[in-house]
């Protein structure tokens, strides 16, 4: 169990054990934006081929199989014993669509040296937006790529108060966690970075400097 700053919640990483609680709150909300299910970043095309119910199960069994292949990261945020946040993180061979998208490849060598980690997707429960859950769910987050090594952490929140800062996390939230801005991404996102050194039990980190 990740560390809290706030007693009201505990933070806890996507497993095999934990699967059901992600299941639970997500398909209270039919699977998030579009029957998602927090796939969209682990294709590097999206299946929208299929029809919007065979989608939404294929989505979740995917993911479902990824996180009991430990290919899959995430951590969740709960709340008197439900989850009502989420923040999905992976490595970067694990979630490629950004690779993939022309936003990013017309970054050029602002993309180098490529990320060890990255940080796609944020979710919060409606009853509880706007009390600390996001950043909750990126702490958790950092303290697990911590555990497993640290290096060079990327993420793509938004700045223009019209975008949906509901799924990327807010600039100035990453900012007070010690990522700098790199670039421009898009008309209402930054690529930022931060270089996250590894917990003590850890040793050094295999990635590069930002």
């Not at 609680?21 to 969209?40: E, I, L, N, R």
């Not at 490595?91 to 980690?117: H, M, N, S, V």
């Amino acid at each position: 169990m990740a560390r809290s700053r706030n007693a009201r919640y505990t933070v806890r990483e996507l497993s095999p054990s934990t699967w059901e609680d992600f299941a639970t709150f997500f398909a209270k909300y039919h699977g998030v934006q579009d029957s998602c299910w927090c796939m969209h970043y682990h294709r590097t095309r999206p299946n929208y081929d299929l029809p919007p119910a065979e989608r939404a199960v294929q989505n979740r069994e995917d993911h479902r199989r990824l996180v009991g292949q430990g290919s899959a990261h995430g951590v969740l945020v709960y709340s008197q014993g439900r989850a009502v946040g989420w923040c999905q993180f992976g490595r970067t061979a694990e979630l490629p669509r950004i690779d993939a998208g022309q936003k990013y490849r017309a970054l050029g060598e602002r993309r180098e040296p490529p990320p060890d980690w990255r940080i796609t997707c944020f979710f919060v429960d409606r009853s509880h937006r706007r009390a600390g859950v996001a950043e909750e769910a990126l702490v958790g987050a950092l303290d697990a790529m911590q555990r497993q090594g640290g290096g060079v952490v990327e993420a793509y929140p938004a700045t223009d108060p019209r975008a949906v800062a509901t799924w990327f996390g807010s600039a100035s939230m990453f900012r007070r966690h010690g990522f700098s801005m790199v670039a421009p991404y898009g008309r209402s996102n930054v690529l930022m970075r931060r270089n996250l050194p590894p917990s003590e039990a850890t040793g050094r980190p295999k990635s590069r400097s930002a």
